[in-house]
């Protein structure tokens, strides 16, 4: 009876040592025994492969393309290293839009932080230049009044507005009126965000205060004005009205007509109230009915 023969006896011989040692009826059994392992062995292998199957064939795949991406990339680091600058070339173009946007979003963020400090600074050299404006108009204004004219006097006061209360300003001063009104109108266009949010700060708060002065300056020589020689001023100070408050011409000459109705009442109320003792002691025949039709005309 031939002995039980394992596969692992073999290993390492040749056939001779095989039929050296074993009878014909054990290599057989091994070479059958053999056989069986070889068919076991490559039954499994069709398992395993089977299953795996497609995703072998996805990693081919992935390994072709990793393979298509190491190359180029190995290009481009070649090219990087060894090839002629080209920072000119049309492929810079995004680049270049996108420094250029940057650098004009940090000129714009520069320039919102600066705003208020223009804006003071603006509002500053306003506030000279209607100081010395004023100055120039008050100058100007007492060459033409007496030295010693007491303003208290009411009778001196109606006889200076019925004779001659003209106030002859010089063209190029009158013209200064329109520079400050144009001044004045270009601060609001050009900081009107800043008027309607930063409302309590100090130079918002001088602007309004040097737009109030210069109106009441306006208003002041607007309705004093009572000669033909000063058309001119009383045009100019009207220009000014309307672009400095930035309303219609509509608007100004309402505006100027009411001051001028106010003025010219103040003075009618001041004349009947002086006129009235003298008519009671009939003095000189004074009508203060005639005063009032004079003002009227």
Request: charged share 25%; hydrophobic share 35%.
């Amino acid at each position: 009876m031939a002995t039980q023969v394992t596969t692992e006896v073999v290993e390492g011989k040749t056939a001779d040592d095989l039929f050296e040692t074993y009878s014909i009826e054990d290599v057989r059994q091994i070479i059958s025994n053999l056989s069986d392992d070889i068919t076991s062995k490559k039954q499994r292998l069709k398992l395993l492969v089977g299953n795996k199957y497609r995703d072998l064939l996805h990693v081919a795949d992935d390994i072709i393309q990793m393979n298509g991406v190491t190359r180029s990339t190995n290009d481009l680091l070649m090219d990087l290293a060894f090839a002629d600058s080209d920072y000119n070339s049309k492929k810079l173009s995004n680049l270049s839009t996108f420094n250029q946007s940057i650098s004009q979003e940090n000129i714009r963020k520069t320039q919102s932080l600066n705003r208020p400090k223009v804006l003071g600074n603006i509002v500053h050299d306003l506030n000279y230049t209607l100081m010395i404006l004023k100055h120039k108009i008050a100058t100007e204004v007492s060459k033409h009044e007496s030295s010693t004219r007491d303003c208290s006097d009411l009778s001196t006061k109606l006889k200076d507005y019925d004779n001659d209360f003209s106030q002859t300003i010089p063209k190029k001063m009158s013209d200064e009126l329109v520079t400050v009104a144009k001044q004045i109108y270009l601060i609001h266009y050009f900081f009107k965000t800043e008027m309607s949010i930063h409302r309590d700060s100090f130079a918002i708060i001088k602007y309004k205060q040097l737009l109030q002065e210069f109106t009441n300056l306006i208003k002041n020589h607007l309705t004093r004005i009572n000669h033909e020689s000063d058309s001119d001023f009383f045009v100019n100070l009207s220009i000014s009205y309307m672009i400095s408050n930035r309303v219609s011409l509509q608007e100004s000459i309402d505006w100027i007509l009411n001051a001028r109705l106010e003025f010219l009442t103040d003075i009618a109320v001041i004349q009947i109230g002086f006129a009235r003792p003298l008519l009671e002691n009939g003095s000189n025949g004074l009508d203060p009915f005639k005063i009032v039709s004079r003002i009227k005309k």
